[in-house]
């Protein structure tokens, strides 16, 4: 069923646009993430996805997980509703294989591996930038299938926005936000507030779990002649309430928070040089318990980049001292880990022709040296067609969960992967756009759970082969973007299937602007996965349905309705998703 819900998607998205005429061209998008300077969206080499704040706005999303599940080639496994615990698989890799940043720094713990996405409130987030493919050259550990960077919301004039929600499952939020900007410096605060009874998330169980959560973004900057200071910080804490094992209701507290200072400097006009000093925190602690998880992190980062005719030369050095410590049935651990890393990079442009290389060499206290590399070009071959291709080497350091926790394993070793991508993209116009992926991810001693030991264990290799198909028209009025992949992730040695990870996907979403209102459908389709104990999740097609409706000059209504299809359908074995639910908003906004 998906593979037609999807080969029908592409046909609708392509033959549409033959009816509207052409118009001018967007604004330039500029991305940082894909090779750790500012570009231009188009001259990115690797595959990169930008979420805007329109966008952003337009979905209604409750957290950071509900923005990347219409996305094709990332995978989302969920425990139930809001709060519970959540992953990401992004191009058939592992789910501590996402490297999650906000504002540039690294959100990921060093206790449980993967980011808590579920707590990050949309309503803090400016735009989303997603690169695709491993970038440990840049990023240091965890980046084998990608990273997400998170831009929080800055001010780029006066502004002041408010807003009140409701909803399914006796669901309550609210927002403010403001800020403003000058030649001398500029400020931003955001706070955002969310509760909800929630429903329940055990398919064996008929208890509700609730959750809340209260967000903050704080953002300053002071500009001195060519030097800019800034200090930023994001936090997020709450409480989950979930079901234990023996299906027993239990809550955790939580807090996540990134603080960083940066300094900017212009050396010349062509150097500039950028110092991040920064501290993340991610805790969780059990109320019934004297359970806890927790990891703090400080780290340095420096580089400088010099603009030669046809090069722009980067390189840098890299501080990281942290701590994971852990209290689970008695028993835990208490972690110090200190990373060095040096990197250089070049992005050389003449011609039709565009080249990306890096280089990077990380000390880890535990693990040893590694070294990492990404090498990537492309091809202008005209009229409208760009030939790319990349090869990439990246490593992921077993956390300290992975080592000493429940079913950890002191003996493990780090995770290294090989990735090769080649694309194509045509792009006649200003209109419309169309890309091919092809990427294997060769995956050496990848960590799985083995349920015969109760223990992690480095299974020899993991083969991971996928395609990607994406269209997008832009017309005056309205756009349409669709999405197609196919994806085999597997055990090398066994052939099995790896858990929670689809063969087929393929998205649909539709925008429409209609005078000063907007709407929007989107549409997802997913095959079936494998997970633990040889279960088998059926496939599903989620639709949603969002609207903003201007009811004056700065107040708004805007309304989503959740699985508008009514789809009983499960992204981890045993829990369950949201049924049909709506929700609304109303919001002012003034600048």
Known sequence: ??????????????????????????????????????????????????????????????????????????DIGRNGGPGQATSIFMRGTESNHTLVLIDGVRMNPGTLGGAAIQH??????ERIEIVKGARSALFGTDAIGG???????RAESAYFETGLGAGSFDSR??????????????????LSYQDTDGFAPRTDSDIERGYDNL??????????GSSEISLRHWQTEGNVEYLDFFLTPVDQDFKNATTALQLDNAISERGSSKLIASFMQDDITQNQSDDFVKSERLSLDWQYSHAFDAHTLTGGLFFV?????????????????EVRAAFIQDQWTHDRHKAFVALRLTDHETFGNHTTWNAE???????????????????????????????????????????????????????????????ANDVDDLIEFDLETFTLRN??????????????????????????????????????????????????????DIGAHRMGLSLFASGDREDFGGVRLDGYVLANLTAQFRLGDALSLHARLENLLDTDYQTAAGFRMQERSGFVEMKYHWN
């Open 147 to 153: 990273v997400i960077n998170i831009i929080t919301r």
């Open 120 to 125: 990050i409130a949309p309503e803090m987030i």
């Open 1 to 74: 069923m998906t593979i037609r819900f999807a080969s029908v998607a592409i046909a609708l998205a392509i033959a549409l646009p033959q009816y509207v005429n052409a118009d001018s061209a967007p604004g330039e998008t500029i991305v940082v993430t894909a090779t750790r300077t500012e570009i231009p969206l188009r001259d990115a080499i690797v595959p990169v996805t930008v979420i805007s704040r329109e966008d952003i706005e337009l979905s209604l999303a409750n957290d950071l997980a509900e923005l990347l599940r219409f996305q094709a080639g990332i």
């Open 321 to 337: 001292d942290e701590n994971a410590s852990s209290l689970s049935f008695g028993s835990g651990f208490d972690e110090d880990t």
């Open 215 to 224: 967000s903050m973004n704080l953002y300053g900057a002071r500009r001195f």
């Open 377 to 439: 070009y492309a091809y202008e071959l005209g009229a409208g067609w760009t030939l790319n291709a990349g090869l990439g080497h990246a490593f992921r350091a077993p956390d300290a969960t992975d080592r000493f926790g429940f079913g950890g394993n002191p003996d493990l070793d780090p995770e290294r992967a090989d990735e090769a991508q080649l694309g194509f993209r045509f792009e006649p116009g200003n209109r419309h756009s169309l890309d091919i992926e092809l990427y």
């Open 459 to 512: 299974i020899a290799r993991a083969e991971i082969r996928g395609a990607q198909v994406a269209y997008e028209y832009r017309g005056a009025s309205f756009t349409i973007h669709a999405e197609v992949t196919r994806q085999r992730a597997e055990d090398a040695d066994t052939g099995a299937r790896l858990l929670r990870r689809a063969e087929e996907s393929g998205s649909l979403t539709y925008t429409q």
């Open 173 to 190: 939020s609210g927002v403010i936000s403001g800020g403003n900007r000058s030649e001398q410096g500029d400020f931003s605060m955001s």
